[in-house]
């Protein structure tokens, strides 16, 4: 006769659409489960995942780390895993049918379908699973309640669980460069304040700095709604509007829309104003990455300014000392403000259960040893001895990736990522940022941080009502928004349209998204 757990802790949803959840029997103990210690089971049990990964890893049981999780544990992972394209593409169809595997890995999920299967039972509940069997993550969210409203639904329960990565550095994505080297040529100085970098890109323009002969140079080129080529920062010097790609900001505990305000406005026709001077580069609202990293790799020089993530990236090893990062400037009302973008270092998704799993608390068992911070480290760079050592101080760094080979395609080789928490302190104490990592912390906290002009909306779950109130408004106002941006830049057309696009938005509701946004985020402060 088979053994079953039968804990309150195993209490799982097993109904669909509310409800009280049903009392599941949990297996774990046929495998000869242990609630301390290691291995998890004294009998091989083998757990199936499904999930994303990315595009450059392979087999997650070919990997080094997998195969010592599979040792220590006496857990046997058939992974399931697959680019994040292929698995958009079949996660419907996976998630409707019963074949469902034991649990996600790197989900690939939205918060609108965690919610939405959290709520019908695909995803059972996992706080009381992590009360009872996971001390360290436990310890985590006792100590950062920030973390455990981040991943709590607004139902109360938890349906999956988070990765956090502490660096400081996601907020500020778009670093503003210039070509140092004509610059130098012009007889010019790096400029400070937002009329000194016209003036730079006037320059430029007309003045053939790079000695061809030609009126071939881009002295702007940016792409807007990318992760990190936007030109939010100069919205903000040239009208005072802080803003991002999702345009809502939080400004002393109010969320706030930013494409309808006077400042806003000002900042866009300004932008407006360069582009009909041939300032700005006029595929920037065309072009793709693949063409937009290529200008500044062209034969002859070309590029003079651009925003982007990192500087190597856009023009290549042999022209980084040509170019100067420009930083936050002041703008025409005297002030520096550095516009602060919504991309979250708390992050949910990472890791859920579905209904179909029969062995929850070894599963949980399993995935609480990766909130070890050792582990975590491991987790997100590799296993020690192959990308990871200890200094003299006991903290882990990073060992050279082989030449002709970099720290991100080794990372995704030999690395599963997944639920993972490395805090602040955990950089400083467990595992040090990457080099390029620690580089860009240095920059921001010198360079963009002190200037701070707004703060970020945090990662809250809005709930299945509030989803539904907002989805549709949402698109039509992003897409509305997006549209006018290009157009009044290009055209210069902003004042002549600008009482009817305001009047748009209000029909469209932006008030009361708002108002929900606002609503759920006292609710997350309230329980963070």
Request: some cysteine; proline content about 6%.
């Amino acid at each position: 006769m088979p053994v079953t757990l039968t804990l309150s802790a195993l209490t799982l949803a097993a109904c669909s659409g509310g409800g009280e959840p049903a009392e599941v029997a949990d297996a774990s103990a046929d495998f000869g489960f242990q609630a301390e210690g290691l291995p998890i089971v004294e009998e091989n049990l083998t757990l199936s995942f499904g999930g994303t990964k990315s595009p450059l890893a392979p087999d997650y049981a070919t990997m080094e780390l997998v195969q010592q999780w599979e040792q220590d544990t006496n857990i046997t992972i058939d992974w399931q895993n697959l680019p994040d394209q292929v698995f958009q593409e079949k996660k419907n169809l996976m998630l409707a049918s019963g074949e469902l595997p034991d649990a996600l890995y790197n989900t690939g999920l939205t918060d609108a379908e965690v919610v939405q299967y959290g709520s019908n039972g695909t995803l059972i509940p996992l706080e009381d699973l992590i009360e009872e069997h996971a001390p360290t993550l436990s310890a985590i969210l006792a100590e950062r309640p920030d973390i455990r409203a981040a991943i709590t639904a607004s139902d109360g329960h938890i349906y999956t669980l988070p990765s956090v990565e502490e660096l400081g550095i996601l907020p500020y994505p778009n670093f503003l460069f210039i070509n140092k080297t004509w610059l130098d040529e012009l007889g010019l100085p790096m400029p400070t304040t937002i009329d000194e970098y016209r003036d730079a890109l006037a320059a430029f323009a007309t003045q053939d700095p790079n000695g061809n002969g030609k009126a071939d140079e881009i002295p702007l080129s940016f792409r807007p709604d990318s992760f990190c080529a936007n030109p939010w920062d100069l919205i903000t010097a040239l009208g005072g509007q802080p803003d991002n790609n999702d345009h809502r900001i939080v400004e002393d505990g109010t969320v706030e829309f930013t494409a309808n305000t006077d400042e806003y406005k000002a900042g866009v026709k300004a932008l407006g104003e360069w582009y009909a001077d041939g300032l700005i580069d006029p595929e920037s609202f065309s072009q793709d990455d693949v063409a937009y990293l290529a200008k500044g790799k062209a034969d002859t020089p070309v590029l003079g300014s651009f925003f982007w993530w990192e500087l190597k990236e856009v023009v290549g090893e042999d022209r980084v000392d040509d170019y100067a990062l420009v930083g936050v400037l002041e703008g025409t009302n005297g002030q520096r403000l550095a516009s602060v973008t919504n991309n979250q270092e708390i992050s949910r998704g990472k890791f859920a259960i579905t209904r179909a799993n029969e062995y929850p608390a070894a599963t949980m068992r399993w995935v609480d040893r990766i909130f070890d911070p050792v582990m975590s480290a491991q987790a997100s760079w590799g296993p020690i001895g192959v990308t990871l050592e200890e200094n003299a101080d006991g903290v882990l760094v990073q060992i050279p990736a082989a030449e002709g080979e970099s720290e991100g395609e080794r990372r995704q080789k030999v690395a599963p990522g997944g639920p993972v928490v490395t805090t602040r302190q955990d950089f400083v104490d467990v595992v040090a940022p990457e080099p390029r990592a620690a580089e860009r912390q240095a920059l921001v906290e010198e360079y963009y941080a002190p200037f701070q002009a707004n703060d970020i909306y945090p990662p809250v779950m809005l709930s299945n009502d509030e989803l539904e109130q907002i989805n549709l408004a949402q698109a039509d106002i992003n897409t509305l928004v997006k549209e006018k941006f290009a157009t009044w830049t290009v055209d210069g057309s902003i004042e002549q349209e600008w009482d009817a696009y305001t009047t748009q938005l209000d029909g469209l509701g932006i008030d009361d998204v708002t108002g929900i946004y606002q609503q759920a985020y006292d609710r997350f402060t309230a329980a963070g």
